[in-house]
């Protein structure tokens, strides 16, 4: 039997994660649950203005998007745990990257999958129009004309930003999930790693997310992009040199 390439054996592993997550559908509920509850709570506790929606919707949209994803993290590795099936896939003739990249492609699948409710009712909840030019409070007529022009850059660079967001969280939270499923406190151990690794990558993230919220010009945030998708190339190699002593420890 032709042993699988390293790509069609992690996209096999990302379907088998994916084909589970169907049947049972116990991350993507609790996780979407969550993250509307947080939402609409976030819309309720602050005071909807024009001055203050970006801010708000940023923040509440990527802090929500990282606690969601550490609520998956622990147990898309504990299945694994089950049954020694993790020791079944350590054993099997494919490559550890395989493992790590089919992992981390589910994980991102589902974390997607729960952004797109909370990013829609955000951007109902806290008015968000990339055509109408709201966030600009101070602006002049001549900025706002200008700031209309250019909303279709907006659109594409926060979903950009987004994307990229994720595959970052998804390549570090699948490393660091591996890590700690033997630790009897998996959970808060998990949190206590990510959050001051993935800093970097939520402030780009909240940043860049609010300025394009305020139709500001693309130059003044593009940066968080690039440094964005630094983040995203560190950690997916980071995560696929890392993943396989990790696991044979």
């Not at 550890?96 to 589910?106: M, N, P, T």
Request: proline content about 4%; charged content about 15%.
């Amino acid at each position: 039997m032709k042993r699988p390439g390293a790509l069609a054996a992690a996209w096999e592993i990302c379907k088998k994660d994916v084909r589970i997550e169907r049947r049972t559908g116990e991350i993507v509920a609790t996780a979407g649950v969550f993250s509307i509850v947080i939402g609409f709570l976030a819309s309720m506790a602050f005071h909807v203005n024009d001055k203050t929606n970006a801010a708000t919707a940023a923040g509440t949209i990527w802090i929500t998007i990282f606690f969601a994803a550490t609520l998956s993290f622990g147990r898309v590795w504990q299945r694994e745990r089950d049954e020694s099936a993790l020791t079944g896939l350590l054993v099997a003739p494919i490559p550890r990257a395989s493992i790590f990249l089919g992992k981390a492609l589910a994980t991102f699948g589902m974390i997607v999958i729960i952004e797109i409710p909370l990013v829609a009712l955000c951007l109902f909840l806290f008015q968000i129009d990339f055509s109408s030019g709201v966030g600009l409070t101070d602006a002049t007529p001549e900025q706002l004309v200008e700031a209309k022009k250019s909303a279709s850059a907006h659109l594409p660079a926060f979903v950009g930003l987004l994307v990229m967001g994720t595959a970052a969280l998804s390549c570090v939270g699948t490393l660091f999930g591996a890590m700690t499923v033997r630790t009897r406190a998996r959970d808060l151990v998990l949190a206590i790693v990510l959050f001051p690794l993935l800093s970097p990558v939520l402030v780009c993230g909240v940043v860049g997310t609010r300025k394009a919220f305020e139709l500001q010009p693309f130059e003044s945030y593009s940066g968080f992009l690039g440094l964005m998708a630094m983040s995203v190339g560190i950690t997916l190699a980071l995560g696929i040199a890392l993943f396989g002593p990790l696991v044979d420890e």
